[in-house]
């Protein structure tokens, strides 16, 4: 194995493009851009375990994905086009009732592959076994914000439960004490939580100082049924549970209206946009960016699992993002380039408190480096336009996080057996579900 | 330069999947598929002068991209997110009223090239210079139906002009007498060609055998006008032009009503689908799948051009077609994968009259290999679904046409040069343009 990947080294990375002009990056061995600007390498040279020749490549900050199942990756393709709920209960459902801890294992080892060559460096995450999900995450070196996906479907007893799974995740992540992963609280929706569990998981997360994670108005029946039951829309209910706050990140929200997009941008809540997922499952509402906009919230974007996508390019979801806004919303100057690069990189950040979001000295090294030898970045009139409309997740050669290189000319270590591991985990899925079935 | 790449050879492809099944291709040197199946290599290893490995590969006929304005590579980013027509008349005319046929060759060079990449091995194609378009899809390997873009403004001089000019370029093409490239008659739409001037188009299309290409009901706008003008729909004024036959592919069709499916379908019309194009100018409306397969219409897949788009990529097109049909008609079942994969081979084969778009024996060795060593492709429960959904033209690593490898473990002979040369014509061109404004 190249030794580049072992540890954290100091790095240069030369004569890289940031923002249109030639600049030198240095990173220290702690992690962190200890310098950046044009002609500095002279400088940093000496330093310098490794220089990655930055030539004609455009440094980005690393991409974050703040909506993710990741370990549904093992279900990529298993099942499409079908309406929401036979799909979930005829498919998904079925499937991951027979899914174990070694299996979320793999899953999510793929789904960080998959990020960190399509250049994301950070996400959030809400699924089971998220103690084995962790353990990925802490092996392929990227960051996460990961939420045990709290469901307690109206029952006391099953609340209990989920309190105290909550409860055990967060001291097993805070005992790691690894400042890549972070726990989060997840409730996962309105229509599988009760008020109570939703009440408690807005304490846990106050008391312990930490993010919370939930689905809203992905669906207009969604917004209808809690009307019928509650005679207040989704946020406003949420906001009576005490779940909309500056550690919020709330995914989807296609259905919210202008009153409830004032309402989350005042409570400091950020949006995670979902394109993808939205189109293919038909919600038929796109989520109201310029409302949100025009409220000063926080946007960012997010692929949503791999069974809904098929898969985790953030560079294929800002594409999509910015076409959808476009596209529903009938503005075609709506959600520009840099307004969807930055939803995927200082946004993201911010969402999840990981950094800027910037290459700016001081700000963690996570830094991704797209190539220009390629037709996607030719002719390049606008960086931005080229990554944000041209260019897709496969431009990425270089995925730096938290200094350490993870990925160096395309080359992740151990990409072949994390391949072949999530391939037989995801046969023997089906294979007992289908059998059992 | 590797050899495989000089010439036609008699090749064969083992081990590839195909429909699910392991599969052995043998091409012969006039690059027709000679024999196709299970186990056949003992028989044909003697004859392949080249053993291609398809080992974890998939097979797939070559994508047919049927809606392109290719040289417009060179324009790729430099300007979005404006309404059309400032788009078009601040940014898009100003700068191609500074073309010369240099760019044409330079830009068109690009786009093949970055079809190769992506596994398209045919695209229709409407725009000016179009004798040095024709030299670069020549050079390029690749198939492409062409048509010189008639555009008369309602003026009789000029309506005259452009036939002639129609006129001399089918001559020419038929004068190469090169069977990867056909001649087309463009007319380019109903609000930029008098009735005089599509009449002619159809008329000369017929007597020469040779296709048509047309953009249609793009916007509301042009609906709205061509019935405050002609007192019908434009499908139907069209239709009393001559214009719908089995030979015409039409673009966009996002305004068609239910009576006008119908027409298009019954003239036996091809509508090309240009989803990312539609959504990133706003067109509001996406082209109604549904009625037009319901009336049995040829619904096939292009692009646009790069400069609303803004890349080439048919995998990326497949799936944004699946995601808005899904999406604005409200039914997630709709365009499912199969289907979308159909637009994109069959279909668009059937729309250019190249072959049948298939792997079967006899066919035109039009074959692209995609890769299942990616994350992309892990797991494999269902190959059309990853295609479709997951994958990019990123992960085509061999692309052949007509029988003769123009891409090989993702290498195409001279990219460098073609990158080189594009980039430099679009800097050139943008200093002109500016300049002189």
């Known amino acids: ?52 020749d930055g030539d004609r490549a455009i440094a980005l900050p690393g991409l974050v994905n703040t909506h993710t199942h990741a370990a549904m990756t093992l279900l990529r393709g298993y099942a499409d086009d079908m309406f929401l709920q036979d799909w979930l209960s005829q498919k998904i459902w079925p499937l991951e009732a027979h899914l174990t801890g070694d299996d979320v294992y793999w899953g999510t080892k793929l789904a960080c592959l998959e990020m960190i060559k399509t250049g994301t460096t950070a996400f959030k995450d809400m699924y089971f076994f998220m103690e084995d999900a962790t353990r990925a995450v802490d092996e392929s070196g990227i960051r996460a914000v990961l939420a045990y996906g709290f469901i307690d479907l109206f029952n006391a007893d099953k609340c209990e439960n989920e309190c105290r799974a909550t409860e055990r995740f967060a001291t097993r992540i805070r005992s790691l004490n690894n400042p890549r992963i972070r726990a989060a609280v997840g409730p996962h929706a309105i229509y599988t939580v009760s008020t109570e569990g939703l009440k408690w998981c807005a304490e846990f997360a106050l008391e312990q100082g930490i993010s919370i994670h939930i689905h809203l108005s992905e669906t207009e029946k969604e917004v209808n049924d809690c009307i019928a039951q509650h005679g207040k829309r989704p946020a406003a209910y949420l906001d009576g549970c005490g779940i909309l706050t500056p550690r919020t990140v709330a995914a989807h929200c296609c259905w919210l209206d202008e009153e409830e997009c004032t309402l989350i941008a005042r409570r400091g809540v950020s949006v995670s946009h979902n394109p993808s997922s939205n189109m293919k499952l038909a919600t038929s509402r796109a989520m109201p960016y310029h409302r949100l906009a025009a409220s000063g919230a926080n946007i960012c974007l997010g692929t949503d699992s791999c069974a809904s996508n098929n898969n985790l390019d953030m560079f294929e979801e800002m594409k999509t993002a910015a076409l959808l806004q476009k596209f529903f919303w009938n503005d075609p100057t709506l959600l520009p380039a840099p307004a969807a690069l930055a939803m995927a990189t200082t946004n993201g950040a911010r969402a999840l408190g990981f950094g800027t979001g910037t290459l700016s000295v001081g700000a963690p090294a996570d830094i991704v480096l797209v190539t220009t030898r390629t037709a996607c970045n030719t002719p390049l009139h606008n960086a931005s336009s080229n990554i944000v409309y041209s260019c897709n997740g496969g431009s990425v050669e270089t995925t730096i996080c938290n200094g350490r290189v993870l990925m160096l000319e395309r080359e992740v270590p151990g990409e072949e057996e994390i391949l072949a591991g999530a391939q037989r985990a995801a046969s023997g899925l089906v294979e007992r579900a289908e059998g059992a079935g």
Chains 1, 2 share one sequence.
């Open 1 to 52: 194995m190249n030794e580049i990947f072992s540890k954290n080294y100091p790095l240069l990375i030369s004569n890289v493009r940031v923002d249109g002009r030639d600049t030198d990056i240095f990173v220290d061995d702690t992690g962190v851009i200890a310098a950046a600007g044009p002609d500095i390498r002279k400088q940093y040279v000496h330093e310098a375990e490794f220089i990655i």
